[in-house]
C-alpha cells in the first residue's frame, strides 16, 4: 500500500511540475501576440469607427430624402383618384339629368339645367370645382372665370405655349375620357405656373367634356408642413444627439437648430459661410462638409462634420452632422475598454492556471482519502452481515480491485432481499397516497390499495383486496370500460386515461394513470399499478369555461337582444354570399327593414314593451324567409336581411310579400295589442353595388323612398335615389346659406269676408329669393328645410317678419285685420317654440289678438293631447287657432270637440269640385255646419270662381280665400292692392 501512495504521489507531483513550465511558458507567448493584436485593433477601430459615423450620416439624410419622394408619390395618386371619382360622379349627375329631362324639355333647357346643377357642386373645402367645354373649346361651365362662359378657350395659352383646352379635346376624341396636366393660375393670381392634374370625360349627348382638377402644390404644400411640424423625423442616434436639418437654397433655415431663420451669410469661428457651403456642396451633388459649429442655441461652438444633399423640386438642402470631438471621445472610451479586456484577459489566464495547480493538488488528496474510505466502506458491510440487509454502492467506490469485491459481496444478498424488496416499496406507496392507488395482477385481482381509494368507494379494505374487477364493477362494465385499459399496461404500455365512475360521493370524474409491474427477469408485466384522482371539480370548471367562450363569441358577433348577428358578422355574411354569387353567376340582395313609427312605442309605454315587440318580429321574419338567409339587427329598429342564390328578381318580392304578411295580426305584449308596419329598401348585387357597404348604403336610401311612398311598402334601389341624395345635399347647402344671407320674403294672400267682401285678413307665406332661379315657391324647399330642421330658424324669421310687416301697416292705417301664420311640427319638436312666439311678441309689440296660428289637421292627429296643451297654452297668450286643410287628416271627432280652435279651414282639395259634384258638395256643407254647430269660424281655400263662392256663401261659409281675390303677394303689392279696393 506504501508502494502505491508513493507512486500516485512521486506521478502527481511531476505532472505538476511539467504543468507549471508549460503554462509559464503559454503565459509569456499570448501576452506578447495579444498586445500586439491590440495596437492593430486600436488602429482599425479608429477609421472603422469615423467611417461608420459618415455612412450613418448619409443614412439618414438617405431616409429622410426617400421619406420626401414616398409622401408625394402617395400624394399625387390620391390627387389623381380624387379627381377622377369626383367627374365620374358630375358625369353621373348630369347623365341623369338628361335622361330624365330628354323627352320633355329642349336641348337648351336641359343643358342650362346640367351648368347650373353643377356649378353648386364644390368638394375639398370648395378648392374643387368642375367646368365644362364642348368641343369647338366654347367654355359651357367656368366656375372660377363665369365671365369666360360662352367664348372660346382656343386662343388661351398658359406659360408653357400650351392650349389647355386642345389638350383635353384631343383627349376626350381619342380616349373618351383621361388625365391631363398643365401649369395654371390659381385663383386672384396672375401667373400661370402651378402644376395641375385634371381629368376629363366626355359627355356624348351634347359632344361635351365635363372636368375638374386639383393643384399638385396644395397637396404638396400640407405634406411639407407635415414634415416640418413632424419633430421626431429628424432626430436619430439619441446617444449622439444626431438630427436632420432642413434649409432653402436661400439660406433660410426651415428646422432645428434655427427654425425660421436666415442664415444664407452665417460665418463660423474661422471665418467660413457654413451655410452658402452647404448649399454649394448639395447643389453639385451632395458630399461631407466639415466646420466649427457657430454659435446657435443649444449647439457648442465645436468641429462638425456633416453630409449634404439638394432636393432640387422644393429648392431644399437636406443635411445631417456630428460633432468630431465626440467620435474622437467614443473611440477613446472604446479604446480604454479594450485595455482594460486586455488586462482582463490577462488577469483571467493567471487565475485559471493557478487554478489548475489548486486542482491537480485537490485531486491528490482526494484519491487519497477516497481509498482510505473504500476500506471503510467494506468493513462497515462485513459488520452489517449480522443484522442489515445493505449492499454495497460500487458507485462509490473508485478503484477496480475494489468493485470486483463488492460484487461478489453483493451477490451474497440478492437472493435473501430480492422477493420482498420491490413489494415493500409499492406498499408504502399504495398506504400514504392521496391519490387512489392500486396493485392489480394478470388477473384482474387487487393485491394492494391505499387508504384514499378505500374512502373512495367507501368500502372494508378485505372487500377489494384479494377480489377481483368483475366482481367489484360487474361484468358488462368491466369488459366495456376496464378490460380494454388494463390489456394495455399488461401488454407492457404507459399511459394516461379519463372517464366517470359511480363513487360513495356519486358520479365522479377520474384522471388515471396506468404503470406495468415487471418482476426481475419477467420480459411481460406481472401486475400494474393505477394511480387516479378525482378531477371532477376541474372538469366542470373547464366546461364552465368553454360555455363562457362561446357565449363571449356569440355576444361579440350577435345582437344581444334578438340574438341575430349583428353589423360585424353581417358584414361577414355578406362577403361570403357575395363570393358564393361570383362562382355560380347568382344575384344577392340585401334588404333594409325599419319598422314604421316605432318609436311611439317606446315613447309611450317603455322600452320593455319595445325590446319585447323587436324579439317577436325577429321570430315572425325568421318563420318567413329560408334556411340559406340571414337576418340581422343592426340597431334600434332596423334590421338587414341578406337573400342569397336568387336568379331574379321576382324571387325577392315572393319573400318580401310572404314578410309583410306578419303584419295582418297584431304583436301583443301584456295583453296590449300593437299594429305595426314595416318599409323594406331592396338593393341588388351586382346591379347596385359589389360590396357590402354599397350595398346596405344603397338599400337604406330605397327604404326611405318606400317610407316616402306612405310605408308599409318595399322599393328596389334605382340610380335617381342617389341623384336624389346630391340634389338633397345641394338644397341642403344653398338652405343654410339662405338662411344666413336672410333671402326670404313673406307673401301674404287676402282672406275675404263672403258676405260683404270685405277684408277681414291675410296669411302668411314664406317664398325663397334664390340668387339663380329667381322666387320659389314653398312646395321646392319646405320639405328640404323640415327635414334639416332648417324650418325651424326659418320659421321664427317669418314669425318676426310678419309681425313687423303687420304693425308696419296698422301705423299706415291700412289694415287692422287678422294674420295667419303656419306651424310647422319640426318647430314644436325640436324648439322652444312658445318661448320664441313670447319673445317675438314682446319685441314687436304687435296684439296677439291679431294673429293667427296655423296648424295642419295630420300634424295634430300624430300627438293630438299634446297638441291640446299647447295650443291652450298659445290661446292663453292672446292668439287664434285654426286647423289647416280640414278635412284630409281623419280627425276624431271627440278630440276635435276638446281642441281650443277658432277656425277651421275647408280644404282645397274639396273646394275646386264645388258645386258641380255632389260628393264634394256634401263634405264641404258637413264640415261648415259642423262649425256652425260647434261655433268655430270656416274659411275655404282655393276658391277661383264665383259659382264656387256662391255655394259657399249660401250654405254658411262664413270667409275665402284664392285667385278669385288675388295671389300671394309680396307687401308692397299688398300696400297697392289695399290702396285700390279702398279708393274704388
Same mark, same amino acid.
Request: hydrophobic content about 40%.
Given at each position: 500500500m506504501s508502494q502505491k501512495l508513493s507512486f500516485f504521489r512521486y506521478f502527481h507531483l511531476m505532472a505538476i511540475a511539467v504543468f507549471l513550465l508549460f503554462s509559464v511558458a503559454f503565459f509569456g507567448f499570448s501576452f506578447y501576440n495579444i498586445k500586439h493584436k491590440f495596437y492593430n485593433d486600436v488602429a482599425a477601430l479608429k477609421e472603422s469607427y469615423f467611417q461608420t459615423q459618415k455612412e450613418l450620416l448619409q443614412k439618414e439624410v438617405n431616409r429622410f430624402i426617400e421619406e420626401i419622394d414616398q409622401k408625394r408619390r402617395s400624394a399625387y395618386a390620391n390627387t389623381q383618384?380624387?379627381?377622377?371619382?369626383?367627374?365620374?360622379?358630375?358625369?353621373?349627375?348630369?347623365?341623369?339629368?338628361?335622361?330624365?329631362?330628354?323627352?320633355?324639355?329642349?336641348?337648351?333647357?336641359?343643358?342650362?339645367?346640367?351648368?347650373?346643377?353643377?356649378?353648386?357642386?364644390h368638394y375639398e373645402q370648395n378648392k374643387g370645382y368642375f367646368f365644362i367645354l364642348d368641343l369647338n373649346g366654347t367654355a359651357m361651365l367656368l366656375t372660377n372665370h363665369p365671365e369666360m362662359e360662352g367664348?372660346?378657350?382656343?386662343?388661351?395659352?398658359?406659360?408653357?405655349?400650351?392650349?389647355?383646352?386642345?389638350?383635353?379635346?384631343?383627349?376626350?376624341?381619342?380616349?373618351?375620357?383621361?388625365?391631363?396636366?398643365?401649369?395654371?393660375?390659381?385663383?386672384?393670381?396672375?401667373?400661370?405656373?402651378?402644376?395641375?392634374?385634371?381629368?376629363?370625360?366626355?359627355?356624348?349627348?351634347?359632344?361635351?367634356?365635363?372636368?375638374?382638377?386639383?393643384?399638385?402644390?396644395?397637396?404638396e404644400s400640407q405634406i411639407r408642413q407635415e414634415i416640418l411640424a413632424d419633430e421626431r423625423r429628424f432626430r436619430f442616434d439619441d446617444q449622439q444627439d444626431g438630427y436632420v436639418f432642413i434649409g432653402t437654397w436661400e439660406g433660410f433655415s426651415l428646422s432645428y437648430p434655427a427654425p425660421n431663420r436666415n442664415m444664407y451669410d452665417l460665418q463660423d469661428a474661422q471665418g467660413k459661410r457654413v451655410v452658402?457651403?452647404?448649399?454649394?456642396?448639395?447643389?453639385?451633388?451632395?458630399?461631407?462638409?466639415?466646420?466649427?459649429?457657430?454659435?446657435?442655441?443649444?449647439?457648442?461652438?465645436?468641429?462638425?462634420?456633416?453630409?449634404?444633399?439638394?432636393?432640387?423640386?422644393?429648392?431644399?438642402?437636406?443635411?445631417?452632422?456630428?460633432?468630431?470631438?465626440?467620435?474622437?471621445?467614443?473611440?477613446?472610451?472604446?479604446?480604454?475598454?479594450?485595455?482594460?479586456?486586455?488586462?482582463?484577459?490577462?488577469?483571467?489566464?493567471?487565475?485559471?492556471?493557478?487554478?489548475?495547480i489548486a486542482t491537480v493538488w485537490t485531486v491528490y488528496f482526494y484519491l487519497n482519502r477516497r481509498l482510505r474510505k473504500d476500506f471503510e466502506t467494506f468493513i462497515a458491510f462485513f459488520d452489517s452481515l449480522s443484522s442489515k440487509d445493505r449492499l454495497i454502492d460500487t458507485q462509490s467506490l473508485k478503484f477496480k480491485e475494489f468493485e470486483e469485491l463488492a460484487l461478489h459481496a453483493n451477490t451474497m444478498l440478492?437472493?435473501? &432481499?430480492? +422477493?420482498? $424488496?420491490? %413489494? !415493500?416499496?409499492?406498499?408504502?406507496?399504495?398506504?400514504?397516497?392521496?391519490?387512489?392507488?392500486? *396493485?392489480?395482477?394478470?388477473?384482474?385481482?387487487?393485491?394492494a390499495i391505499s387508504e384514499a381509494y378505500?374512502?373512495?368507494?367507501?368500502?372494508?379494505?378485505?372487500?377489494?383486496?384479494?377480489?377481483?374487477?368483475?366482481?367489484?364493477?360487474?361484468?358488462?362494465?368491466?369488459?366495456?370500460?376496464?378490460?380494454?385499459?388494463?390489456?394495455?399496461?399488461?401488454?407492457?404500455?404507459?399511459?394516461?386515461?379519463?372517464?366517470?365512475?359511480?363513487?360513495?360521493?356519486?358520479?365522479?370524474?377520474?384522471?388515471?394513470?396506468?404503470?406495468?409491474?415487471?418482476?426481475?427477469?419477467?420480459?411481460?408485466?406481472?401486475?400494474?399499478?393505477?394511480?387516479?384522482?378525482?378531477?371532477?371539480?376541474?372538469?366542470?370548471?373547464?366546461?364552465?369555461? &368553454?360555455? +363562457?367562450? $362561446?357565449? %363571449? !363569441?356569440?355576444?361579440?358577433?350577435?345582437?344581444?337582444?334578438?340574438?341575430?348577428?349583428?353589423? *360585424?358578422?353581417?358584414?361577414?355574411?355578406?362577403?361570403?354570399?357575395?363570393?358564393?354569387?361570383?362562382?355560380?353567376?347568382?344575384?344577392i340582395a340585401v334588404c333594409f327593414m325599419d319598422l314604421d313609427n316605432f318609436k311611439k312605442i317606446n315613447d309611450s309605454f317603455g322600452h320593455s314593451y319595445g325590446d319585447e315587440i323587436l324579439k317577436q318580429f325577429a321570430l315572425r321574419v325568421q318563420h318567413?324567409?329560408?334556411?340559406?338567409?340571414?337576418?340581422?339587427?343592426?340597431?334600434?329598429?332596423?334590421?338587414?336581411?341578406?337573400?342569397?342564390?336568387?336568379?331574379?328578381?321576382?324571387?325577392?318580392?315572393?319573400?318580401?310579400?310572404?314578410?309583410?304578411?306578419?303584419?295582418?295580426?297584431?304583436?301583443?305584449?301584456?295583453?296590449?295589442?300593437?299594429?305595426?308596419?314595416?318599409?323594406?329598401?331592396?338593393?341588388?348585387?351586382?346591379?347596385?353595388?359589389?360590396?357590402?357597404?354599397?350595398?346596405?348604403?344603397?338599400?337604406?336610401?330605397?327604404?326611405?323612398?318606400?317610407?316616402?311612398?306612405?310605408?308599409?311598402?318595399?322599393?328596389?334601389?334605382?340610380?335617381?335615389?342617389?341623384?336624389?341624395?346630391?340634389?338633397?345635399?345641394?338644397?341642403?347647402?344653398?338652405?343654410?346659406?339662405?338662411?344666413?344671407?336672410?333671402?326670404?320674403?313673406?307673401?301674404?294672400?287676402?282672406?275675404?269676408?263672403?258676405?260683404?267682401r270685405e277684408l277681414v285678413g291675410v296669411e302668411a307665406l314664406v317664398r325663397w329669393r334664390h340668387p339663380l332661379e329667381g322666387i320659389l315657391a314653398p312646395g321646392r324647399f319646405i320639405a328640404y328645410a323640415e327635414e334639416t330642421r332648417l324650418i325651424v330658424e326659418i320659421g321664427a324669421w317669418v314669425l318676426r317678419q310678419t309681425c313687423l310687416d303687420w304693425v308696419a301697416l296698422h301705423e299706415e292705417g291700412l289694415f287692422s285685420g287678422t294674420v295667419s301664420v303656419n306651424i310647422s311640427g319640426v318647430q314644436i319638436?325640436?324648439?322652444?317654440?312658445?318661448?320664441?312666439?313670447?319673445t317675438v311678441l314682446d319685441e314687436t309689440k304687435i296684439d296677439p289678438s291679431v294673429i293667427e296660428m296655423e296648424v295642419t289637421e295630420s300634424i295634430l292627429m300624430h300627438d293630438p293631447k299634446r297638441w291640446i296643451m299647447l295650443l291652450k297654452e298659445m290661446q292663453s297668450l292672446g292668439l287664434n287657432i285654426a286647423i289647416d286643410d280640414f278635412g284630409t287628416g281623419y280627425s276624431s271627432l271627440s278630440y276635435l270637440r276638446k281642441l281650443p280652435i277658432n277656425k277651421l279651414k275647408v280644404d282645397m282639395?274639396?273646394?275646386?269640385?264645388?258645386?258641380?259634384?255632389?260628393?264634394?258638395?256634401?263634405?264641404?256643407?258637413?264640415?261648415?255646419?259642423?262649425?256652425?254647430?260647434?261655433?268655430?269660424?270656416?274659411?275655404?281655400?282655393?276658391?277661383?270662381?264665383?259659382?264656387?263662392?256662391?255655394?259657399?256663401?249660401?250654405?254658411?261659409?262664413?270667409?275665402?280665400?284664392?285667385?278669385?281675390?288675388?295671389?300671394?303677394?309680396?307687401?308692397?303689392?299688398?300696400?297697392?292692392?289695399?290702396?285700390?279696393?279702398?279708393?274704388?
Open positions: 383618384r380624387l379627381v377622377h371619382t369626383r367627374v365620374d360622379e358630375a358625369y353621373n349627375v348630369a347623365m341623369h339629368i338628361y335622361e330624365e329631362n330628354k323627352d320633355k324639355r329642349s336641348p337648351a333647357q336641359i343643358q342650362e339645367r346640367i351648368v347650373q346643377t353643377l356649378r353648386m357642386l367664348k372660346t378657350l382656343l386662343n388661351v395659352h398658359n406659360t408653357e405655349g400650351r392650349c389647355i383646352a386642345k389638350g383635353m379635346i384631343d383627349i376626350a376624341q381619342t380616349m373618351s375620357e383621361g388625365y391631363y396636366e398643365y401649369l395654371w393660375s390659381k385663383p386672384f393670381e396672375e401667373a400661370d405656373n402651378h402644376k395641375k392634374i385634371s381629368y376629363v370625360k366626355r359627355f356624348e349627348p351634347f359632344d361635351w367634356l365635363i372636368g375638374t382638377g386639383y393643384y399638385v402644390e396644395d397637396t452658402q457651403e452647404l448649399i454649394q456642396t448639395a447643389k453639385a451633388g451632395g458630399g461631407f462638409v466639415e466646420y466649427v459649429m457657430p454659435p446657435l442655441k443649444n449647439e457648442k461652438a465645436l468641429p462638425k462634420l456633416s453630409y449634404v444633399r439638394a432636393y432640387p423640386d422644393w429648392r431644399w438642402y437636406v443635411g445631417a452632422g456630428v460633432y468630431v470631438d465626440k467620435i474622437e471621445q467614443d473611440i477613446a472610451q472604446l479604446e480604454a475598454k479594450m485595455y482594460d479586456e486586455l488586462k482582463a484577459m490577462l488577469s483571467s489566464i493567471g487565475i485559471w492556471i493557478s487554478l489548475f440478492t437472493a435473501k &432481499i430480492h +422477493s420482498n $424488496k420491490h %413489494l !415493500e416499496q409499492y406498499k408504502k406507496i399504495v398506504s400514504s397516497s392521496e391519490d387512489f392507488l392500486a *396493485l392489480i395482477d394478470r388477473h384482474y385481482t387487487y393485491l378505500l374512502s373512495f368507494f367507501d368500502k372494508e379494505k378485505e372487500a377489494i383486496v384479494g377480489h377481483t374487477m368483475p366482481e367489484l364493477f360487474g361484468e358488462q362494465y368491466f369488459a366495456e370500460t376496464l378490460k380494454p385499459m388494463s390489456d394495455r399496461v399488461l401488454c407492457g404500455e404507459t399511459f394516461e386515461s379519463e372517464y366517470w365512475v359511480l363513487s360513495s360521493f356519486g358520479k365522479r370524474f377520474l384522471h388515471a394513470k396506468y404503470f406495468p409491474y415487471y418482476e426481475q427477469g419477467d420480459k411481460l408485466p406481472s401486475a400494474y399499478v393505477v394511480s387516479a384522482r378525482d378531477n371532477t371539480e376541474k372538469k366542470a370548471n373547464e366546461e364552465r369555461l &368553454i360555455a +363562457s367562450e $362561446k357565449a %363571449l !363569441e356569440f355576444l361579440a358577433h350577435n345582437d344581444v337582444l334578438t340574438g341575430l348577428p349583428n353589423r *360585424l358578422l353581417l358584414n361577414d355574411r355578406i362577403a361570403h354570399a357575395i363570393e358564393n354569387s361570383k362562382r355560380h353567376m347568382q344575384m318567413k324567409i329560408r334556411h340559406c338567409d340571414t337576418l340581422s339587427r343592426i340597431g334600434g329598429d332596423e334590421f338587414v336581411l341578406v337573400i342569397e342564390s336568387i336568379n331574379e328578381r321576382a324571387e325577392v318580392e315572393v319573400i318580401l310579400r310572404k314578410i309583410q304578411t306578419i303584419f295582418e295580426e297584431p304583436f301583443i305584449n301584456k295583453d296590449q295589442k300593437f299594429f305595426l308596419t314595416a318599409s323594406i329598401g331592396v338593393s341588388l348585387y351586382p346591379d347596385h353595388g359589389t360590396e357590402g357597404e354599397t350595398l346596405i348604403k344603397n338599400a337604406d336610401a330605397a327604404m326611405y323612398k318606400a317610407k316616402d311612398a306612405g310605408k308599409n311598402a318595399y322599393a328596389f334601389y334605382t340610380i335617381d335615389m342617389t341623384v336624389a341624395s346630391y340634389e338633397r345635399i345641394g338644397m341642403e347647402n344653398a338652405l343654410r346659406e339662405a338662411v344666413k344671407e336672410e333671402q326670404f320674403l313673406v307673401y301674404y294672400q287676402p282672406q275675404i269676408d263672403l258676405q260683404t319638436e325640436f324648439s322652444d317654440f312658445l318661448q320664441t312666439l313670447k282639395s274639396f273646394v275646386k269640385d264645388l258645386p258641380d259634384h255632389e260628393d264634394a258638395c256634401a263634405i264641404a256643407d258637413s264640415i261648415i255646419q259642423l262649425s256652425r254647430s260647434m261655433k268655430i269660424t270656416t274659411l275655404a281655400e282655393g276658391i277661383e270662381h264665383e259659382a264656387q263662392e256662391r255655394f259657399l256663401a249660401e250654405h254658411g261659409c262664413a270667409q275665402g280665400q284664392g285667385y278669385l281675390y288675388a295671389k300671394p303677394m309680396s307687401i308692397e303689392d299688398l300696400r297697392q292692392w289695399i290702396r285700390q279696393r279702398t279708393t274704388v
